[in-house]
């Protein structure tokens, strides 16, 4: 099975930027859908942000400062974060198709 490996998540200021990336281990130009999920401590898993090969959406909270993209000839996709707050403190999942990462910590704190 195509396996995911979320990496760039760590410790960051409020205001600074992370630029998360995620690997496949297979091509992902076969995958329509792919997005970045977020699960913050005793909270349920939510949707930042997804792109597919026409589009791509952001949860409200990333609007203005999340940019998700995917490079199909490197297997990648990755969300640049901008402007990070400590709200933004979360482990993030990147989904490919029907495969989930194990999930980065980012943390946004003084």
């Known amino acids: 099975q195509v396996q995911v490996v979320e990496s760039g998540g760590g410790l960051v200021q409020p205001g600074g930027s992370l630029r998360l990336s995620c690997a496949a281990s297979?091509?992902?130009?076969?995958?329509?859908?792919m997005g970045w999920y977020r699960q913050a401590p005793e909270k349920q898993r939510e949707l930042v942000a997804r792109?597919?090969?026409?589009?791509?959406e952001y949860a409200d909270s990333a609007k203005g400062r999340f940019t998700i993209s995917r490079d199909n000839g490197k297997n990648r996709m990755y969300l640049q974060m901008n402007n990070l707050q400590p709200e933004d403190t979360a482990v993030y999942y990147c989904h490919m198709g029907s495969y989930w990462g194990q999930g980065t910590q980012v943390t946004v704190s003084s």
């Open positions: 297979e091509g992902i130009y076969t995958m329509y859908r």
């Open positions: 792109i597919t090969s026409t589009a791509t």
